[in-house]
């Protein structure tokens, strides 16, 4: 009986252990909820109004990007890496001298989750600096890589008034053809969305295509594109 007693003992604790874990993960990886400080992944309004925010760069794709929203007379969020930007600094000052928006997505793209506030702070901070040396001197949003967050990062984004930006809009997610990520894109948009694409590698020309679509789509249904900060002011309009 005691051993009958012990067996149900642990696979009840296994059982619990499962469940936990299983919870933790969908809430590390969760667009709307954190345990600690702020998270947009979308704002609150009735104006038609949204952000367009790409995730990654900044690589030698980010000049074709640059060229496509120059041309659509739209401004944009960067949500850059720490270590290629520095390695390419001058994209990240002609990012900021066009106007557009650069946030933080970590030094090294690594998932934040079980990390020390050292390996944190480092991050974070590291790419802070880099941001400013670009000539940036907005508040500075950021973006874990992959969506993952548990205890650690939230905590010390919050300790430090830090937003945490997320998304409601990543076509990429469902398909990589140009036309499904514009059809995508476009029907399932609403005022406050927050979308992101991911341009800037090798095998992204269909992303690259499909921004001037998605742009003009939006535009002929009487959208504005703004930067995230922009966005962020427009909370319950």
């Given at each position: 009986?005691?051993?009958?007693?012990?067996?149900?003992?642990?696979?009840?604790?296994?059982?619990?252990?499962?469940?936990?874990?299983?919870?933790?993960?969908?809430?590390?990886k969760?667009?709307?909820?954190?345990?600690?400080?702020?998270?947009?992944?979308?704002?609150?309004?009735?104006?038609?109004?949204?952000?367009?925010?790409?995730?990654?760069?900044?690589?030698?794709?980010?000049s074709?990007?640059?060229?496509?929203?120059?041309?659509?007379?739209?401004?944009?969020?960067?949500?850059?890496?720490?270590?290629?930007?520095?390695?390419?600094?001058?994209?990240?000052?002609?990012?900021?001298?066009?106007?557009?928006?650069?946030?933080?997505?970590?030094?090294?793209?690594?998932?934040?989750?079980?990390?020390?506030?050292a390996?944190?702070?480092?991050?974070?901070?590291?790419?802070?600096?880099?941001?400013?040396?670009?000539?940036?001197?907005?508040?500075?949003?950021?973006?874990?890589?992959?969506?993952?967050?548990?205890?650690?990062?939230?905590?010390?984004?919050?300790?430090?008034?830090?937003?945490?930006?997320?998304?409601?809009?990543?076509?990429?997610?469902y398909?990589?053809?140009?036309?499904?990520?514009?059809?995508?894109?476009?029907?399932?948009?609403?005022?406050?969305?927050?979308?992101?694409?991911?341009?800037?590698?090798?095998?992204?020309?269909?992303?690259?295509?499909?921004?001037?679509?998605?742009?003009?789509?939006?535009?002929?249904?009487?959208?504005?594109?703004?930067?995230?900060?922009?966005?962020?002011?427009y909370?319950?309009?």
């Amino acid at each position: 009986m005691n051993r009958k007693k012990v067996v149900i003992g642990v696979f009840t604790s296994l059982f619990v252990l499962l469940i936990l874990g299983y919870s933790v993960f969908h809430i590390s990886k969760s667009r709307t909820f954190q345990f600690f400080g702020e998270i947009v992944p979308r704002v609150a309004t009735e104006k038609k109004v949204v952000a367009l925010t790409f995730d990654d760069g900044p690589t030698g794709y980010t000049s074709d990007v640059l060229s496509t929203l120059q041309k659509a007379g739209i401004k944009a969020t960067f949500f850059v890496v720490g270590h290629t930007l520095e390695q390419k600094p001058y994209i990240g000052k002609a990012i900021v001298s066009e106007g557009h928006e650069l946030a933080n997505h970590t030094y090294s793209h690594q998932r934040m989750w079980f990390k020390s506030q050292a390996f944190i702070a480092d991050e974070i901070e590291k790419t802070n600096r880099l941001i400013r040396a670009s000539g940036y001197n907005r508040d500075i949003h950021f973006r874990p890589p992959y969506s993952k967050k548990i205890f650690g990062l939230p905590w010390y984004l919050r300790q430090h008034n830090i937003k945490t930006i997320m998304v409601d809009i990543e076509p990429d997610t469902y398909g990589s053809d140009t036309g499904f990520l514009v059809e995508y894109t476009l029907a399932n948009t609403k005022p406050g969305s927050i979308i992101l694409l991911h341009p800037f590698c090798d095998a992204c020309s269909g992303q690259r295509e499909a921004i001037s679509m998605i742009v003009s789509g939006l535009q002929t249904k009487g959208y504005q594109f703004v930067t995230v900060s922009e966005l962020l002011a427009y909370k319950d309009k």
